[in-house]
T-cell receptor, first 115, second 108 residues
């Protein structure tokens, strides 16, 4: 595996379900990100982790719970979601978080549908 | 005022022509600027970044940055059908902020 991988690629869940999204980066990066991409809207940053520590939480509802057990893995735990949470969830990684040229590389995304 | 603004309408260009995309940003302290390409149903992939005023060329792509006027543009020369995609402008000061994207359709 190379780059940034995400599983599952597609997920359909009911509002009462609990599921988790997984992201793994094979680039030796120190920072990982969760983004939400909805139709006709810009990419929305949800969470940022740097060296396994959460450094940013952009007012995301508590029904989304991130976990970063090490610098290569990032999870997004989902529970009691709403239909408006249906979107493409993208994971990204970068070497650092502060340098002007810290480039983020994206995984393929998980297409989430909440019924 | 939106943090990063891109013209929303699709841009149709004939094959072989130059596609020109513009992006304006509101934060004067922004330090670096990125262009990503996103094919339908796929994730964004980096085309190039720029952080100094002027032009930066990479193959058929040229990024142009004007910090005084707070805009960054992307030129695609000799447009190919494979260039048909949505192009995302992203701007960073402390964190990366994205525009909505510009859809480009290259007509054979």
């Amino acid at each position: 595996e190379t780059g940034v991988t995400q599983t599952p690629r597609h997920l359909v869940m009911g509002m009462t379900n609990k599921k988790s999204l997984k992201c793994e980066q094979h680039l030796g990066h120190n920072a990982m990100y969760w983004y939400k991409q909805s139709a006709k809207k810009p990419l929305e940053l949800m969470f940022v982790y740097s060296l396994e520590e959460r450094v940013e939480n952009n007012s995301v509802p508590s029904r989304f719970s991130p976990e970063c057990p090490n610098s290569s893995h990032l999870f997004l735990h989902l529970h009691t979601l709403q239909p408006e949470d249906s979107a493409l969830y993208l994971c990204a990684s970068s070497q650092g978080t502060g340098g002007p040229t810290d480039t983020q590389y994206f995984g393929p995304g998980t297409r989430l549908t909440v019924l | 005022q939106k943090e990063v603004e891109q013209n929303s309408g699709p841009l149709s260009v004939p094959e072989g022509a130059i596609a020109s995309l513009n992006c304006t940003y509101s934060d004067r302290g922004s330090q670096s600027f990125f262009w990503y390409r996103q094919y339908s149903g796929k994730s964004p992939e980096l085309i190039m970044f720029i952080y100094s005023n002027g032009d930066k060329e990479d193959g058929r792509f040229t990024a142009q940055l004007n910090k005084a006027s707070q805009y960054v543009s992307l030129l695609i020369r000799d447009s190919q059908p494979s260039d048909s995609a949505t192009y995302l402008c992203a701007v960073r000061r402390r964190r990366l902020a994205f525009g909505k994207g510009n859809q480009v359709v290259v007509i054979p």
